[in-house]
């Protein structure tokens, strides 16, 4: 099983990114998918994630408006769309995947399976 995390970098505040992720090994639609973030000195947080179908997101409030999650079932593949980005929204972002039903999707611990992080950058 792998989550392939990519498309992080360096951006000036104000830019946007992209980043993907891509599950292999695993039945992709089992799963609900969350983007969860670390920044140097902080605990993981919880940033966004979508339903198993993609009918449905749910976002932290610092990003509500300025995010978007969404999925490709076709292509096994979940991504973040990061607009107006700020310096605090520097950090390292993981996908992950949650197989399980309990709701409870803002919680790290729900998640069975996690990606390799991808750093991004936001300039002032």
């Known amino acids: 099983v792998q989550l392939q995390a990519s498309g992080g970098g360096l951006v000036q505040a104000g830019g946007s990114l992209r980043l993907s992720c891509a599950l292999s090994?695993?039945?992709?639609?089992?799963?609900?998918m969350g983007w969860f973030r670390q920044a140097p000195g902080k605990e993981r947080e919880f940033v966004g994630s979508i339903t198993r179908s993609g009918s449905g997101t749910d976002y932290a409030d610092s990003v509500k408006g300025r995010f978007t999650i969404s999925r490709d079932n076709a292509k096994n593949t979940v991504y973040l769309q990061m607009n107006t980005l700020k310096p605090e929204d520097t950090a390292v972002y993981y996908c992950?995947?949650?197989?399980?039903?309990?709701?409870?999707?803002?919680?790290?611990?729900?998640?069975?399976?996690w990606g390799q992080g991808t750093l991004v950058t936001v300039s002032s």
């Open positions: 090994g695993r039945t992709f639609t089992n799963y609900v």
């Open positions: 992950a995947a949650d197989r399980s039903y309990s709701g409870r999707h803002y919680y790290s611990s729900s998640y069975e399976y």
